[in-house]
């Protein structure tokens, strides 16, 4: 079978294109990259990271955003444990809420209960 590459990108459900947007793009750093209009309308937006290591979609789905609300969705990698206590720190000046850093199943530090607008959460994690 041939090796597959890292994700492509992570769709995520939400009840506002445009608040969810704000929000990723201001708590995580990410620039939307792609708009997706449809019938004059924003349906969806494809963000990035400055270094394109890392591609998130939203895409209009309030009945499925609701459903995840509380969820931990996805864990996003950091290259140190370190990285991760300076989003948290990151985080605190922004004065958004999480539940802090925990150890993680193989020793290492991650972030938990980072909520997106709709109460998706993420999570930050280093090995």
């Known amino acids: ?5 890292p994700i492509h990108h992570v769709k995520i459900p939400v009840s506002d294109v445009r608040a969810g947007a704000d929000w990723y793009r201001r708590v995580l750093g990410l620039t ?7 019938e004059g309308e924003l349906r969806g937006v494809a963000l990035e990271n400055p270094g394109g290591t890392i591609s998130i979609a939203l895409r ?7 459903a995840l609300s509380g969820f931990d969705l996805v864990a996003l990698g950091v290259a140190t444990r370190d990285g991760v206590h300076a989003w ?6 922004l004065g958004q809420a999480n539940s802090g850093i925990v150890t ?3 020793g290492g530090a991650v972030l938990v209960g980072l909520h997106d607008p709709d109460g998706i959460e993420l999570r930050l994690y280093a090995d």
């Open 1 to 5: 079978m041939p090796d597959l590459a």
């Open 32 to 38: 939307v990259a792609i708009e997706f209009i449809e």
């Open 60 to 66: 209009h789905d309030p009945e499925r955003a609701a």
């Open 88 to 93: 948290a720190e990151h985080f605190a000046a």
């Open 104 to 106: 993680g199943h193989r």
